[in-house]
């Protein structure tokens, strides 16, 4: 599976963006897909996901009530709509894929958000 992520940009505070990641396949529906940040000098981490069905999502509590994660299987991408944007949400962002029966994991290359207060 290969993954590529858009979206990014440069938004003031309190704006919004949306992230879009397309897989590469015929087995989207097979993944459960998420969005990690990893920030300048910070480890990455986790921001949502959401099941291979879209019917579930999980979401850190830093970006709970402002983001959300969302997927369209036949058009094999998964999207993170984020308002309400912080400073704090500067990060690199990067989509993830992981099949939901041999736990096999694919990262995408990252898209640059850039929060400016």
């Known amino acids: 599976v290969q993954l590529q992520a858009s979206g990014g940009g440069l938004v003031q505070a309190g704006g919004f963006l949306r992230l879009s990641c397309t897989a590469s396949?015929?087995?989207?529906?097979?993944?459960?897909m998420g969005w990690f940040r990893q920030a300048a000098e910070k480890e990455r981490e986790f921001v949502a996901a959401v099941s291979w069905s879209g019917g579930s999502s999980i979401y850190a509590d830093s970006v709970k009530g402002r983001f959300t994660i969302s997927r369209d299987n036949a058009k094999n991408t998964v999207y993170l709509q984020m308002n309400s944007l912080k400073p704090e949400d500067t990060a690199v962002y990067y989509c993830?894929?992981?099949?939901?029966?041999?736990?096999?994991?694919?990262w995408g290359q990252g898209t640059a958000v850039t929060v400016s207060s």
């Open positions: 396949g015929r087995t989207f529906s097979s993944y459960a």
């Open positions: 993830n894929a992981r099949h939901r029966w041999t736990g096999q994991i694919y």
